[in-house]
């Protein structure tokens, strides 16, 4: 089975205690797609300016990922540029260009709108509702948020939530969406709103998954080589739509597992800046890390 993300593509450029990088591949739906395509075949909607190289398109397509939805419109491409803090759990924006994304409107082509499963990155409410209207059904639609959204969009957010099954949300937004500084609480409320499945990441500390009302806490893997953490969450949520759209089964211990191995894409990709460490990274690394994260999990 195929999935589809809808997110912005962009350049990145970022600073961390240990190292910078300018203008480097980036964007929600790119670490997606990055990451998803390890486990099944990708399409992607999004925007570039007349300035994105061809390379990093067809690089796109080698991986297997369809962009056919990819645009491209006269002007620059989506900037961003971040400066993560010493203890890399937090991050300062220093400077955002939307750009030609300020004005997209995301068209979904007409072969993209059966496709089962579909992630909708972080956007606008209003416009991941506009995406959703345009779909044929899908089997599962799990969508991002951030926090400009909790404060200026709220109403359309829970519209869009009683629209969708699932949300891949971080605890400090969870925490200011509902106002319960207790997770497991704020984690049952958001799913009494509507969706079946509600991801609340903690970074390091792991993530908590609910399912259909129930808790199930899950560590983070252990790692000393902590990077550049941008894109840790999209490369999270590629690997659990994929994970799940290979599988085609949405049983709570299918979710569970992609939910790990997701953890597990996320270990990876806070390894290195930008796409690095995928250009390296197999299957095998992968299920072999799974594992490990299996037997700590028993514990």
């Known amino acids: 089975m195929s999935v589809l993300v809808v997110g912005s593509v962009a350049f990145d450029?970022?600073?961390?205690p240990f190292g910078a990088v300018d203008d480097v591949l980036g964007g929600s739906a790119v670490y997606f797609s990055h990451a998803a395509r390890y486990f099944s075949p990708v399409r992607l909607v999004g925007v570039v300016g007349d300035?994105?190289?061809?390379?990093?398109?067809?690089r796109l397509k080698d991986m297997n990922v369809d962009t056919t939805g990819l645009v491209r419109m006269p002007g620059k491409t989506f900037r961003w540029k971040g400066r993560y803090d010493d203890s890399m759990d937090s991050r300062e924006t220093v400077d955002v260009q939307l750009n030609v994304l300020g004005g997209f409107r995301p068209d979904v082509p007409e072969s993209f709108r059966a496709t089962p499963y579909i992630f909708l990155a972080n956007s606008s409410p209003a416009l991941q509702r506009h995406v959703l209207a345009q779909m044929h059904s899908p089997k599962l639609a799990v969508c991002d948020t951030m926090n400009i959204w909790l404060d200026?969009?709220?109403?359309?957010?829970?519209?869009?939530?009683?629209?969708v099954d699932g949300l891949v949300i971080n605890?400090?937004?969870?925490?200011?969406?509902?106002?319960?500084?207790?997770?497991?609480?704020?984690?049952?409320?958001?799913?009494?709103i509507g969706p079946r499945i509600v991801v609340v990441k903690k970074g390091s500390?792991?993530?908590?998954?609910?399912?259909?009302?129930?808790?199930?806490?899950?560590?983070?893997?252990?790692t000393t080589e902590v990077n550049d953490p941008t894109g840790a969450g999209d490369s999270f949520a590629g690997v659990m739509m994929g994970y799940l759209a290979a599988a085609d089964d949405l049983s709570t211990q299918t979710i569970k597992r992609a939910v790990l191995f997701g953890t597990v894409m996320a270990s990876f990709n806070i390894e290195d800046f930008s796409m690095r460490r995928y250009d390296t990274l197999t299957r095998e690394e992968i299920d072999r890390r799974a594992e490990e994260l299996i037997e700590l999990a028993r514990f």
Do not use: K, M, W
């Open 171 to 192: 605890n400090a937004e969870a925490v200011q969406f509902t106002g319960e500084t207790n997770l497991v609480a704020a984690g049952n409320e958001i799913t009494a």
């Open 205 to 222: 500390n792991g993530s908590l998954l609910f399912i259909d009302g129930v808790c199930h806490p899950l560590p983070a893997y252990p």
């Open 51 to 58: 300035d994105f190289p061809e390379e990093h398109v067809q």
């Open 13 to 16: 450029s970022v600073e961390t």
């Open 152 to 163: 200026n969009e709220r109403d359309e957010l829970v519209r869009l939530l009683r629209e």
